[in-house]
């Protein structure tokens, strides 16, 4: 079995920018996981980049990303 990079050690974020950073990331890894074949992400990109409904989808995921990580770090209080 292959043994996966652990790249999220953890939701704690020294400030909200850095936070919001890491939703975007939590984001793209989400897809990446979801569709491993490079390839065809890079076919179906033009697709989805050029679709307001796909980027406002892309949207949605990234802010309930922060959401999550914002209350993980007590919302920067």
């Known amino acids: 079995m292959e043994q996966k990079e652990i790249w999220l ?36 990109r033009h697709e989805y980049a050029n679709s307001a409904s796909s980027l406002t989808a892309a949207s949605q995921v990234i802010a309930i990303n922060y959401q999550t990580i914002s209350a993980a770090n007590d919302y920067w209080k």
């Open 9 to 44: 050690k953890s939701l704690i974020t020294e400030s909200p920018q850095e936070g919001y950073e890491l939703a975007i990331k939590l984001s793209r890894m989400g897809v990446k996981s979801t569709q491993p074949d490079v390839e065809v992400l890079k076919k179906l």
